[in-house]
């Protein structure tokens, strides 16, 4: 039952997330894709999966125990506050500190997970901004 309640919600972000796509105005640059086919393209794969849980569901759901839900929970806040934070700390900052988060939960040690942290978000500043020229959030350093 629980599949079938979850496959529901997800086809009514599906419809939600098409009709949202559907009315995304043209640019005045046309191109062969447009702005609206990926969006469809998420939307309908959305909805796919969801029809799936809905026709299909497990006979016997496995759901996690109070301790998974808890770590799920600080892991989408710690999400939430990467997000909220970016622009005041910077891109080299707040991907430090979530990804050491993030990894330390994942079961590696502290030093390892700071570690890990600061390589991946260096490694990810060097290619995204100084080889590909994307622009990533300035901290209050300037990086």
């Known amino acids: 039952m629980s599949d079938r309640i979850f496959g529901c919600i ?22 062969v894709v447009g702005p609206r086919t990926f969006p469809y393209i998420v939307g309908a794969v ?39 934070t970016l622009p005041k700390v910077g891109f080299l900052i707040g991907t430090v500190f979530a990804t050491a988060y993030l990894t330390w939960r994942l ?6 997970a700071l570690t890990t942290g600061v390589l991946t978000s260096g490694g990810i500043y060097v290619v995204f901004h100084l080889i590909l020229g994307l622009s990533l959030a300035r901290g209050p350093f300037g990086y």
Do not use: Q
Not at 51 to 60: G, K, M, N, T
């Open 107 to 112: 079961g590696s040690r502290p030093l390892g």
């Open 10 to 31: 997800g086809l009514l972000l599906a419809a939600f997330y098409l009709w949202a796509a559907w009315i995304i105005p043209d640019s005045f640059m046309v191109d």
């Open 46 to 84: 959305l909805a796919i999966t969801s029809a799936v849980f809905i026709l299909r569901p497990d006979p016997e759901p496995k759901w996690p125990g109070l301790r998974d839900l808890v770590e799920l929970a600080f892991a989408a806040a710690v999400m939430f506050l990467y997000a909220w």
